[in-house]
C-alpha cells in the first residue's frame, strides 16, 4: 500500500509561484498515477491535473493549463505541482492522491493536505 504526503504549502503574492512535493513512501509510484486535487473554502473538491508515472504523461484541467507544471523525481519516489501565476482563486488546500495505472478505480490514497494561500 502506498501513503502520500504534501509538503511545500504557504503564503505568497498574487503572481508569485510555489512548489508543492507529493512524498511516496511504502511503494514505488512506478505503477500508479499521481493526482493533484484543491479545495477552497466553502467549495467542492476540484482535480487539478495529474501524471501518469510510467510515461510522464500529464493533463491539467483548464484553469491552471499554462500556470501549472506536474513532473516527478524518480529517486526520491515524489510528485511535484510547480505553480506559477498564481492568483487569488488559486488559494484552497491541495492534496495529493494516488490510484493504480489502467484501472476505473478511484483515487484511493490520499494525503493531508497542505494550505496554499494567495494574497491580492
Known amino acids: 500500500q502506498v501513503q502520500v504526503a504534501e509538503s511545500g504549502g504557504g503564503l505568497v503574492q498574487a503572481g508569485g509561484s510555489l512548489r508543492l512535493s507529493c512524498a511516496a513512501s511504502?511503494?514505488?509510484?512506478?505503477?500508479?498515477?499521481v493526482g493533484w486535487f484543491r479545495q477552497a473554502p466553502g467549495k467542492g473538491r476540484e482535480f487539478v491535473g495529474a501524471?501518469?508515472?510510467?510515461?510522464?504523461?500529464?493533463t491539467y484541467t483548464d484553469s491552471v493549463k499554462g500556470r501549472f507544471t506536474i513532473s516527478r523525481d524518480n529517486a526520491k519516489n515524489t510528485v511535484y505541482l510547480q505553480m506559477n501565476s498564481l492568483k487569488p482563486e488559486d488559494t484552497a488546500v491541495y492534496y495529493c492522491a494516488a490510484k493504480m495505472t489502467g484501472t476505473p478505480m478511484a483515487f484511493g490514497y490520499w494525503g493531508q493536505g497542505t494550505q496554499v494561500t494567495v494574497s491580492s
Open positions: 501524471i501518469r508515472w510510467s510515461d510522464g504523461s500529464d
Open positions: 511504502g511503494r514505488t509510484l512506478s505503477s500508479y498515477t
